[in-house]
Nanobody, 125 residues
Framework: VQLQASGGGLVQAGDSRRLTCVGS????????VAWFRQRPGKERKFAAA????????YYGESVKERFIVFRDNTKNTVYLQMDNVQLEDTAVYYC???????????????????WGQGTQVTVSS
């Protein structure tokens, strides 16, 4: 599957932003799709994921209760709704996919073998 992430840009602290990850190919619902983010000068880290099948959601601690991940398999799309964004949310956001990924690995980068190109989100005060 090929992934295309979009929706980044400049956003003010406290506002909302929605990122979109569109996948190509078939059987999109067989993929767990995750969002990882890389802050300036930091390692890339897990933000959120939507599992294959029923779309169970998972969140990193830093985005819980502010971000929501959801998917529309009819459109081969996974969204990351970012609410009440903070300065520390400034990062390049990547979507990644893995087929039938074990739920114990959803937050682990090395299990994802398909990656989008990243979209920059910059939060201003």
């Amino acid at each position: 599957v090929q992934l295309q992430a979009s929706g980044g840009g400049l956003v003010q602290a406290g506002d909302s932003r929605r990122l979109t990850c569109v996948g190509s190919g078939r059987a999109f619902n067989s993929y767990t799709v995750a969002w990882f983010r890389q802050r300036p000068g930091k390692e890339r880290k897990f933000a959120a994921a939507s599992s294959y099948g029923v779309g169970t959601t998972y969140y990193g601690e830093s985005v819980k209760e502010r971000f929501i991940v959801f998917r529309d398999n009819t459109k081969n799309t996974v969204y990351l709704q970012m609410d009440n964004v903070q300065l520390e949310d400034t990062a390049v956001y990547y979507c990644a996919a893995a087929s039938f990924l074990n739920k114990n690995h959803v937050d682990t980068e090395r299990y994802y073998n398909f990656w989008g190109q990243g979209t920059q989100v910059t939060v201003s005060s």
